[in-house]
C-alpha cells in the first residue's frame, strides 16, 4: 500500500518538558490506523503538530510530517489552509463546542465549503450536505439542517461534525477521542458510523483514543504511545492477540476488565506517562515496569518480531 502521511522523528516540547519523543508512525492509503493511550502520552499533541493547531507555548523542534510526498511543517499558514485542510478532515475531542452555536447546522456544513469552492452554489452544498447526513444514516436530512446544536443529541453533534469533515473529497480523517463523553448506546453508534468509514475507498484515517474496544473494531493496525514516543506497533489483531510491551498488555486487560473508561482510571500502572524523563534513551516505561531488569535503564531499541510489529522492550 503507499503511504500517505508520515510523521519521521518528530521532537515537540514546551519551555519545560519534551512533548513528543522521536514520533515516528505512518498512514497508508484507504487504511484506518489507531494511535492508543493514556491521557499525556503526546496522542492529540500528534495531531495538533500535524494540522498545526499545538498550543501557543509548544514547537516542533525536529523531525517532519509528510502529506502525500510534502513536508508540511514547510508550509505557511496559508498553504497549509489551502493545500491541507481541503485534503483532511478534522473531528475534535469536544464536538459539544465544537459548532458554532448561532449557526445552523446547514450553515456548519456548508459555510467552509461554499467559501473553499467558489464556483459551487450554496444550493448545490446544501444538496452535498443533505446526501452526506444521508449517508451517515441520518434521516429528515431538511430538518436536521434548519436546527442549532443546542437542539441536537451527543451523537448528533458527533455525526453533524463527521459530515462536516467529509464535504470535502478528503483523503484523511482525523478523529481525537471520537468516543469519549457518549453514553454506552450512542457509542455503539458511533462506532458502527466509523468502521463503515473505515472501509470507505480512498479514505484513510487515523484515530487517537483511550478507547481499545472501539480501536480494536474499526484499526487495520494499532500505534502505542507513551511519553511522547510509540513503544509497540502492529496489524490490529498482532497487538490485541499478541501484546508483547508490559504496557500494552496493561492496557488490553485494563480494558477487557472494562476499567478504562478514562485514562486516569490506570491505578494499577501507577505514575502517569507525563511523569518521566521523555529524553532519555533508557526504557520510559521502567519506573512502572513489573518485568524491568538492569539493562532497562541503559537503553532499549525498537525491536521487530516481524514485518508488521514492532516493540521497544527488551523483552
Ligand atoms: S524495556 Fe524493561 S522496563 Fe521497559 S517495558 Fe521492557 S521490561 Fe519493562
Known sequence: MAELLSFRSLYASDERHVILAGLSLHVDRSETVAIVGESGCGKTMSIGALLGILPDDVSITAGSIVFDGEDVLSYSGRERKTRLYSRIGFVPQNTSDSLYPLMTVSEVMTDAYAHSHPDVGRRQAKEKAAMLLSSLGIEDTGRVLSLYPFQLSGGMKQRINIAAALMDDIDLLVADEPTSALDIHIRRQIETLYASLSGREGLSMLVVSHDLGFVHSI?????????GRIIEEGKCDEIFSAPVHPYTKALIELSRMKTMDRAHDLPELGRLAS???????????????????????????????????FVRCVL
Do not use: G, K, N
Not at 484499526?219 to 511519553?227: C, I, T
Not at 512502572?288 to 539493562?295: A, G, T, Y
Open 219 to 227: 484499526a487495520d493496525r494499532v500505534y502505542v504511545m507513551y511519553a
Open 275 to 309: 511523569a518521566v524523563d521523555r529524553e532519555s534513551p533508557a526504557c520510559a516505561f521502567l519506573p512502572r515496569c513489573c518485568c524491568r531488569r538492569e539493562s532497562c535503564a541503559v537503553s532499549v531499541e525498537y525491536a521487530c518480531l516481524s514485518d508488521t510489529h
